[in-house]
């Protein structure tokens, strides 16, 4: 077993434990964010070896106030399965996670493939439809504290997500306004301009950088296009609603 197999396998272990592990760059600090993709790849491979299916790409950091909220600034990618994503309206177990975070994101499926260094107008082109959106996010490291390297192999921190009603491709999501509540009160407020200027951007993206490990998005891939706002940490009891202008809202509650 190489020592990138291990990496994988400490992680998987850490999600389906739900104990945080020490950061892999703690004791391998040359891991590059090359090897990091292998890591998540082979993290990736053991979970789909369990029975689950890929069902799309989630784009992470492509605001500046996740940047800033994590400390890494490099827009990174990672791969969602069937089994991250929660019923919308649904209770999720807080004890099923590490220490989870929720933000609020916008849903793409794809219609058409698309991968490569691919223009705006071609990504808008290869959309099916958009859709209100969260994602959980849980790092699997101590203290929610990772390098760029570490975080990548984590396949980026997704842990789950929520997609609400699909709405035409047609809506605009250019400049959105976005609230999340937690039991009633806000507490993030944002734009979906905030995801890179405009969230297609983080869909060209996508396509690039899937393309650089040989992989494309394909119809019916949903791809997440990364938060607009910092993320909440989740504690039993929250109810959670994100309303977002023109396409409606998702909610979750808390469980223990
Ligand atoms: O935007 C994101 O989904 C970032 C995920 C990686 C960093 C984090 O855990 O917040
Ligand atoms: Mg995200």
């Not at 994101?105 to 058409?112: D, F, H, L, S």
């Not at 929520?162 to 806000?186: C, H, Q």
Request: one cysteine or more; proline letters at 5%; hydrophobic letters at 45%.
């Amino acid at each position: 077993m190489s020592s990138l197999d291990t990496f994988a396998a400490t992680l998987d272990d850490a999600a389906l434990t739900a104990s945080a592990t020490p950061q892999i760059t703690a004791t391998y600090p040359d891991l590059s964010v090359d090897e990091a993709y292998e890591v998540q790849l082979k993290l990736l491979q053991l979970r789909w070896a369990r029975g689950e299916c890929r069902v799309g790409y989630k784009m992470g950091l492509t605001s500046r106030a996740k940047m800033i909220q994590v400390g890494v600034s490099e827009i990174i990618w990672g791969r969602l399965t069937d089994a991250m994503r929660q019923e919308e309206g649904g209770v999720l177990k807080r004890s099923r996670f590490v220490h989870p975070r929720v933000e609020p994101e916008i849903a793409y499926i794809i219609g058409k493939p698309l991968a490569g260094n691919v223009s705006a107008a071609e990504a808008l082109a290869a959309i099916e439809a958009i859709a209100p959106a969260m994602e959980i996010i849980d790092s699997r490291y101590q203290n929610f504290k990772f390098a760029l390297p570490d975080v990548i192999a984590d396949n980026s921190s997704s842990s789950g997500f929520y997609v609400g009603s699909w709405a035409p491709k047609s809506t605009d999501v250019t400049n959105l306004g976005i609230i999340m509540e937690v039991n009633g009160r806000p507490v993030q407020i944002g734009s979906s301009a905030a995801i890179l200027g405009n969230p297609i951007r983080s869909l060209v993206s996508a396509a690039r950088l899937v393309a650089g490990v040989g992989e494309s998005l394909q119809p019916g891939d949903i791809v997440l296009a990364g938060a607009a706002t910092a993320a909440h940490a989740l504690t039993p009891g929250e109810y959670i609603r994100t309303s977002f202008q023109r396409l409606g809202h998702v909610a979750f509650s808390v469980g223990a």
